[in-house]
Nanobody
């Protein structure tokens, strides 16, 4: 079992920045078997969408809507993945969810509780 705990959401004005964190905990073996961690977001009235992902080997991928503005990174020693969000726009407003699994083809089985990001204009 893996537990994901998110933090860092909040209210920010357009053009501002936030940094989200997702800390993974659980057995060594369960964490060891995670190959992909990423961030999804769900805006009101919209489908949950993938924002960014990062493999254990360090390969990152981003949604077109956030390329150049968001950066995903990880701290292996802390079992933590981050999402640095710069130049935020009102359309970035959503609940952001951390996810962990074994493939980019579909969301993994582990989800964080979600953290609200609100960008005011």
């Amino acid at each position: 079992q893996v537990q994901l705990v998110e933090s860092g959401g909040g209210l920010v004005q357009a053009g501002g920045s936030l940094r989200l964190s997702c800390a993974a905990s659980g057995s060594f073996l369960s964490i060891f078997r995670i190959d992909v961690m990423g961030w999804y977001r769900e805006a009101p009235g919209k489908e949950r969408e993938s924002v960014a992902s990062l493999t254990r080997s360090g390969s990152s991928d981003y949604a077109d809507s956030v390329k150049g503005r968001f950066t995903i990174s990880k701290d292996n020693a802390k079992n933590t993945v981050y999402l640095q969000m710069d130049s935020l726009k009102p359309e970035d407003t959503a609940v952001y969810y951390c996810n962990a699994g074994s493939s980019r083809s579909a969301p993994g089985p582990y989800w964080g509780q979600g953290t609200q990001v609100t960008v005011s204009s």
